[in-house]
């Protein structure tokens, strides 16, 4: 395909912005999705139908010609301007003017004893899951974890006649109600959270608490939590639990754009530190749907050269970052949780490798080299976090593939001369 | 000043923790200074083959030796070294090929390395994998492949237990025979000093005729028994010993985990460790014009490394001629895995006055380089 | 069911709603181990959106798909834990 202006890669609520902004000053765009179906995590479409707010920026794009590259993931940066991508059944290079990576954000998985059974997901995971047509109705839920993603993936189980034995949420009550004071200043916050409330009376929300154990045979039966001095034992078939979200800086690192605390660092103009490279959404730091659909608009005005437009929407944007400040600090993983692994927990999924012997080790290239630990296919993707929060270590360069690619992916197109 | 070692090693990478382990097992004080983990270098950037190469008489004799020590070590190592006798094929495209494969096999059989040629047939018995109709291949079932950065954490481990330091994390920044000056500024000193810094060795000894030769690996998903042997082209003798040119050349080793390992590419004048990703492209369409299959198989890292390679393609074992106190262990290319351990001989044979199993003059580095091609 | 997706999981045929994925076939199909880990732990999704890993199978002979990223086709072949 010819080369485009503005390439967009992630088609989440910021991608999704950013294609549909770029494309109504006229330029060319193309946008990019490891995923079948527009929208991203949040906005994931349930049996191949997209939400209605997701279906709005879709519809939108769609109506600037926006191409959609679906099924395609991002694994090299071949040359300048240029990304390959492989598809199931293939492999293209893509040219551009401008970039967008608006790559969003994945769970943190902390673990702890039993979390690698069956059945104990992430929070998004199990939605994803039953929106792909798992049937949740009656199974026993507990969600756990950290975040407003409980409340979100609560009410979605809820609604699908799950029975959602509880909310277990690590913060404090006092940090969330901080929060919740945070949230008067933002009615639109407000509603969604009176909302969400609503939709799940009944379900009991414990702040401080947290699971230490997840037990079964074969797979999860039940799952161990405390909170306080008070431990007990729930029997349940699903246990969905992340600890927030992390950003996915993979891409930006392989093109070199500077990150910062975990993060792609970006100018007012949604720009990183390389030029005609921008980011936004939860890739430049968590903070929510709202946040990530301004940076996307601003992001895709930028990059097709609109700059004053984009400035129009710099207020919107502070405010909603500054609710993103709130958030986090609110919903911050606490000191307990590094207790949460035993030496003999796995830390390494894909390796099996576990906190002993990361622990042993000097640093993350020592636990590399002699454990494996983030060497497996999922390159540190879930370990990663773990360790950086666990033990302080912060993952390494990124190289090309920057995800598994298959053999002949890596030498189809011609090496550059 | 602190204590004063017999022997101080710059260089925690395979060929610095065997000659740790052997000093110490001698009875000698040792310390070595390495900065960053045990095998982070060139140890861990290399495949982990134990060959043995014919490519001159003193190479051969220097591969062999090591190797014949490797095998007999076999059997204590701990399961992370991953030490597997999977053998080597030296795969032969063309009937050309099969007579250096003939060639090959006839020089192996002289000094007692057991070796049989294979034909068309039983080479596709014996790797379904490869590409049909191929001339046939030299099986060298006693070459074995080990994980080296644990190989090398081994030998560091038992130089410990008997008694040797490990100043971690800590970097030398002068080298001469009374100690190594580290960057802080104080001072180890020794009766002798070892550089085994690999391809950075130049920099802490000037002058040594060392030379950077980067190469990139890739490493597969696990597919066990998709590959039996270490698979090596033996077109690799015409392309990876051009001093001159860039190459690139079919070589996969099966890993004990499954994974595959896919080289080789060779670079002089490549100072970055980045990806290069025309070698890269270069060196997997290479490997898929022998194995069309690896096609389908997913990759999940691809890195560089650099081998310390020399005019002559052997490495330089022994004392500096300005400086009898200044041993130098490096200069092993590609074969530093294979030949640590012998390394690690002939440095405290040479150290301690004793007879060294295989002459050390081929390797000593005041020798006449004559450059090889 | 609406044009149903006619699949199998471990040899065993399953009909499936068009835009479901593999990893809730299987699911469906009543497997809760999709892998065995390198240590032989029975393992299953995690994530859901394509960066663990731990939902691969083989399909139609490939192994290692994130079956969470693929959606269900009519005649394919899945083997989870082959």
């Known amino acids: 395909m010819p080369d485009c202006d503005v390439l967009v890669i992630g088609a989440g609520p910021a991608g999704l912005a950013a294609a549909t902004r770029a494309a109504e000053t006229g330029a060319s765009v193309a946008m990019v999705d490891d995923n079948p179906h527009p929208g991203g995590q949040i906005w994931r479409a349930a049996a191949g139908k997209a939400p209605q707010d997701a279906a709005r920026w879709i519809h939108s794009a769609e109506q600037h010609q926006v ?17 390959a991508v492989e598809k199931f059944d293939g492999e293209l290079e893509l040219g551009y003017r401008s970039l967008i990576l608006a790559t969003g954000a994945r769970e943190r998985f902390l673990p702890f004893p039993g979390w690698t059974l069956p059945n104990v997901m992430g929070a998004g995971g199990l939605q994803a899951l039953a929106k792909s047509g798992l049937p949740v109705e009656g199974k026993k839920i507990v969600i756990a974890g950290s975040g407003p993603l409980l409340l979100a993936v609560a009410k979605y189980m809820k609604e699908h006649a799950a029975d959602v034995r509880l909310i277990a949420e690590q913060a404090t009550q006092s940090a969330l109600l901080a929060f919740g004071l945070r949230l008067a200043a933002h009615p639109g916050k407000l509603i969604q959270a009176v909302g969400l409330r609503a939709a799940l009376l009944g379900i009991p929300y414990l702040t401080s608490c947290w699971p230490v154990a997840a037990e079964g045979k074969d797979k999860l039966e039940a799952v161990t939590l405390s909170r306080g001095e008070r431990t007990w034992t729930e029997r349940c078939d699903y246990l969905a639990c992340g600890f927030g979200l992390v950003p996915n800086t993979e891409i930006a690192a392989l093109l070199g754009c500077r990150l910062s605390d975990g993060s792609v660092a970006v100018d007012e103009q949604q720009q990183t530190s390389i030029t005609n490279v921008y980011s936004a959404g939860e890739a430049t730091g968590i903070g929510g749907l709202e946040l990530a659909l301004v940076e996307g608009e601003i992001a895709g005005f930028a990059a097709a050269g609109a700059s004053a437009r984009a400035r129009t929407l710099f207020a919107a944007r502070d405010r909603y970052r500054k609710f993103a400040e709130a958030l986090e600090h609110a919903f911050a993983p606490r000191e307990e949780l590094k207790a949460l692994p035993r030496e003999e927990t796995l830390v390494c999924r894909c390796e099996d490798v576990t906190l002993g012997r990361v622990r042993s080790c000097t640093g993350w290239r020592e ?18 976090a773990a360790v950086e929060f666990l033990l302080g270590w912060k993952s390494e360069s990124v190289r090309p593939p920057v995800f598994p690619t298959r053999i002949e992916s890596l030498t189809r197109t011609e090496p550059p001369a | 000043m602190g204590k004063s070692y017999d022997v101080a090693i710059a260089g925690g990478g395979i060929v610095g923790a065997a000659c740790a382990e052997e000093c110490a097992a001698a009875g000698l004080s040792v310390v070595v200074v390495e900065p960053g983990p045990v095998g982070g270098g060139a140890t861990a950037a290399g495949m982990g083959h134990i060959v043995v190469m014919d490519d001159s008489p003193a190479q051969i004799a220097l591969t062999n030796y090591s190797r014949t020590l490797w095998m007999a070590r076999a059997h204590e190592f701990p399961a992370d070294v991953e030490y597997v006798s999977a053998g080597t094929l030296w795969v032969a495209a063309d009937a050309e090929e099969m ?3 003939e060639r090959k096999r006839a020089v192996y059989e002289a000094i007692g390395v057991r070796a049989e040629v294979l034909g068309p047939r039983e080479l596709a018995e014996a790797e379904p994998n490869l590409r049909p109709s191929l001339a046939g291949a030299l099986r060298v079932p006693d070459d074995a492949v080990v994980y080296p950065p644990c190989a090398a954490r081994y030998m560091l481990q038992r130089a410990l237990e008997r008694g040797a330091v490990v100043r971690a994390g800590e970097s030398a920044a002068q080298l001469s025979g009374a100690g190594i000056k580290l960057r802080d500024g104080s001072f180890v000193p020794a009766g002798i000093v070892v550089n085994a810094t690999g391809a950075w060795a130049p920099s802490l000894t000037p002058g040594i005729e060392v030379r950077k030769r980067k ?15 270490q698979l090596v082209e033996l077109g690799y003798l015409k392309s990876a010993h051009s001093m001159t040119a860039d190459s690139v050349a079919f070589n996969v080793q099966p890993r004990k985990t499954g994974q595959l390992l896919i080289g080789s590419s060779r670079q002089f004048g490549a100072e970055h460790g980045e990806i290069d990703a025309n070698m890269l492209t270069r060196m997997l369409r290479r490997a898929q014009e022998y194995m069309p299959a690896l096609a389908a198989l997913t990759a999940i890292r691809s890195w560089t490394g650099f081998r310390a390679a020399t005019p002559d393609k052997l490495p330089l074992i022994g004392p500096c001629p300005q400086d009898p106190r200044l041993y130098l262990a490096t200069g092993h290319e590609g074969l530093g895995i294979t030949t640590s351990l012998a390394t690690a001989k002939l440095v405290a044979d040479q150290l301690l006055h004793r007879t060294p199993a295989i002459p050390v003059e081929p390797y000593l580095p005041g020798r006449k380089q004559a450059e090889h091609d | 069911m609406i044009n149903p997706i006619d699949l199998s999981v471990n040899g065993v045929p399953i009909a499936v709603p068009a835009g479901t994925m593999v990893s809730t076939a299987v699911a469906l199909a009543g497997v809760t181990r999709f892998r065995r880990s390198v240590t032989g732990e029975a393992r299953a999704p995690l994530c859901g959106m394509g960066i663990c890993f731990e939902c691969r199978v083989s399909i139609n002979g490939r192994e290692h798909c994130r079956s969470c990223q693929v959606p269900c086709e009519n005649g394919m072949e899945v083997a989870a834990d082959a």
């Open chain 1, 67 to 83: 191409e959609w590259i679906a099924g395609a993931r991002v694994f090299a940066a071949p040359a300048p301007n240029r990304i």
């Open chain 1, 367 to 384: 636990a590399k080299l002699h454990t494996r630990c983030g060497m497996g296919p999922c390159q540190g993707r879930v370990c990663g």
């Open chain 2, 99 to 101: 007579a250096e494969v």
């Open chain 2, 215 to 229: 190469g990139h690996l890739v490493i597969t998903d696990r597919y066990p028994g998709f590959v039996h042997h």
